[in-house]
């Protein structure tokens, strides 16, 4: 089993909804996590740190769930400018998933 | 502030042939690493440093990959000889220290594209 995995989706999803994505992790060691963003052929940009029950920055809200082990992340009012691929790394061993892609549809 | 330097942006070479990347992390940044990342997937840590010691370098393939980070700011890493798999996109990033093991928002460089022929 991979330390961190994410459905590549792509996750097509009209301008103005909601969407929302799981990323699953195997190491209950990992402490802390992050959510990137990654435009195409660019480096990925930190989107959000995800600390003990989740963090919330303006349209963006992730969640960490011990128990089940797993982080999402929630986008509202998607904007065209959302799109692209996020990924998300567990802080033990610094494991990147393959990334969630996001396509926001006019 | 600057962000992560890298250099160069893209480089083709031909199989066995050696090359090198560059990075300079962001000034005052203890935490440095290189990444591979493949298309379409996720970056994979090649190794970490801690100033110009070596945290992790498990992922490294020590065959043929090298790096290093000799004053505890820059770094190089070296691949002789290239293998085809190894067209990718290299990746640098580095991050404060917090007295934290559990602390690593990163800065990523803009990244070096391999092609390897």
């Known amino acids: 089993r991979k330390e961190v995995e994410q459905d590549p989706g792509p996750f097509n999803v009209p301008e103005g909804a909601t969407v929302a994505f799981n990323c699953t992790y195997s190491?209950?060691?990992?402490?802390?996590f992050f959510w990137y963003r990654q435009d195409c052929r660019k480096e990925p940009k930190l989107l959000m740190s995800?600390?003990?029950s989740g963090n919330e920055d303006g349209r963006f809200t992730a969640q960490l769930n011990r128990a089940s082990q797993y982080i999402s992340l929630l986008i509202r009012d998607s904007k065209l400018s959302d799109s692209a691929t996020y990924l998300c790394?567990?802080?033990?061993?610094?494991?990147f998933g393959k990334g969630n892609q996001v396509v926001v549809i006019p | 502030e600057a962000g992560v330097a890298q250099s160069p942006r893209y480089k083709i070479i031909e199989k066995r042939q050696s090359v090198a990347f560059w990075c300079n992390p962001i000034s005052g940044h203890a935490t440095l690493y290189w990444y591979q990342q493949i298309l379409g997937q996720g970056p994979k840590l090649l190794i970490q440093?801690?100033?110009?010691?070596?945290?992790?370098d498990s992922q490294l393939p020590k065959d043929r990959f090298s790096a290093e980070r000799l004053k505890g700011v820059d770094s190089t890493l070296k691949i002789q000889p290239a293998k085809l798999e190894d067209s990718a996109v290299y990746l640098c990033a580095s991050s404060p220290y917090r007295g934290s093991a559990n602390n690593y928002e990163q800065y990523f460089g803009p990244g070096t594209r391999l092609t390897v022929t």
């Open positions: 190491n209950s060691a990992s402490q802390s």
């Open positions: 995800v600390y003990s």
């Open positions: 790394v567990a802080s033990n061993r610094l494991a």
């Open positions: 440093f801690q100033n110009n010691g070596v945290v992790d």
